[in-house]
C-alpha cells in the first residue's frame, strides 16, 4: 500500500520546502558547503534580497546550517544537516517525476495553437 | 547518488503541486473515483469556487479524470489517471517525511515562548 498516509505530512513537508526559490536553493547546496555568493550564481535569477530570506527560513527550520568563518573578508556558507539531507533525500522522487515528465508537462502546458 | 537530478525537475512538478490545496486533494481522491460533494466535504476548509479551479487544473494537467455520467441529477466524480497514480507515487516519500517530522517541525516553527 505504497499510498499516502496522512493529508498533514504533505501539508508539513510543503511548509518547508514551499514557493519556488526553496527547491532550487536546497539542489544547488546538496553538493557540500557552499558560499553565499555561489549559491547566489548557481539559483540565477534571484536577487540577493530574496535569496537571505530564503536562507534564513532554511536555517531556521534547521535544514540549512549557516556558518560563518570568522574572518575578513567575511566568508559564510550554508550546508545541509543531517535533517536537511533526510529532506533532499524524500525530495528526489518528485525531482525525478518532474524530469521524467518534462516533455509531457511542457505539452500540456502549452497554450493552444490557433 | 540517491540526489535530486536537476533543479528543474522539481520546479516541474511543483508547478502541477503547488499551491496548498492541490496534495490534499490528490490524497483524498485517491482512493478511487470520488464525487464532487465528497472531495468537498472530505477536504474541508475549502470553498465550491476554489475546488471547481483546482479540480479543473489537475484535470488540465491530466492528473485527474473528470466523468460525468450524464444524468438527473447530476453526478459528477473525479479520479486519478494513471499518470496521477505516478505522481501520487513519488510524493509518498515526501508525505512521509513530513509525517515522521511534524512535530519536529512544530516545534521549530512555534512561536518562541516569553
Redesign the interface.
Given at each position: 500500500m505504497?499510498?499516502?498516509?496522512?493529508?498533514?505530512?504533505?501539508?508539513?513537508?510543503?511548509?518547508?520546502i514551499?514557493g519556488?526559490w526553496k527547491?532550487?536553493i536546497?539542489?544547488?547546496v546538496?553538493s557540500g558547503p557552499t558560499r553565499f555568493s555561489e549559491i547566489l550564481r548557481r539559483v540565477g535569477g534571484i536577487s540577493e534580497k530574496v535569496l537571505i530570506q530564503q536562507l534564513r527560513d532554511l536555517v531556521?527550520?534547521?535544514v540549512l546550517l549557516r556558518r560563518d568563518h570568522q574572518c575578513v573578508p567575511p566568508v559564510v556558507d550554508y550546508a545541509l544537516t543531517p535533517?536537511g539531507e533526510?529532506?533532499?533525500?524524500?525530495?528526489?522522487?518528485?525531482?525525478?517525476?518532474?524530469?521524467?515528465?518534462?516533455n509531457?508537462?511542457s505539452a500540456?502546458?502549452a497554450p493552444p495553437r490557433h
Open positions: 505504497n499510498r499516502m498516509n496522512t493529508p498533514c505530512g504533505l501539508d508539513v513537508a510543503l511548509t518547508v514551499g519556488k527547491p532550487l536546497l539542489f544547488h546538496q531556521e527550520m534547521k535533517f533526510t529532506l533532499v533525500k524524500a525530495l528526489v522522487p518528485l525531482c525525478d517525476w518532474g524530469t521524467a515528465n518534462r509531457v508537462l500540456i502546458m
